[in-house]
């Protein structure tokens, strides 16, 4: 018989990957740099790896939902993300799609032991 606590922390591990993009869109309003949106993402409950988050970061900004900029006045050089005019419009639009499946997950889920 399969590990409980196994399955659940690999299907959460699935879930997770799927929000993770929308948590890190939704820091992004103010140019923050690649290793500070770690703390603030763990402190709102989304534990995020760098080795996860930087090539997030990249592709993202590959998409244009970000535009980035080099910060060279400090002694270690840091690349600050933004949100992109489309990158605004597109979280916006993912959080409508959020709550829309909040909706349907609660719905499907009402029953359930523990859901109530």
Do not use: H
């Not at 299907?11 to 997770?16: A, F």
């Not at 996860?52 to 244009?64: D, F, S, V």
């Amino acid at each position: 018989m399969p590990d409980i606590n196994e399955t659940i922390n690999g299907l959460l591990g699935e879930l997770r990957r799927g929000t993770i993009v929308i948590g890190v869109l939704s820091q992004l309003t103010e140019p923050q740099y690649g290793y500070s949106l770690v703390p603030v993402l763990e402190e709102k409950g989304v534990a995020v790896d760098p080795g996860t988050l930087y090539p997030l970061l990249r592709r993202l900004e590959k998409q244009q939902l970000l535009e980035s900029q080099w910060d060279t006045n400090e002694a270690r050089p840091r690349k600050y993300y933004v949100l992109s005019p489309f990158g605004k419009e597109v979280y916006e639009e993912l959080c409508l799609e959020w709550r829309k499946l909040i909706v349907s997950m609660d719905a499907l889920t009402a029953g359930a032991k523990g859901g109530e």
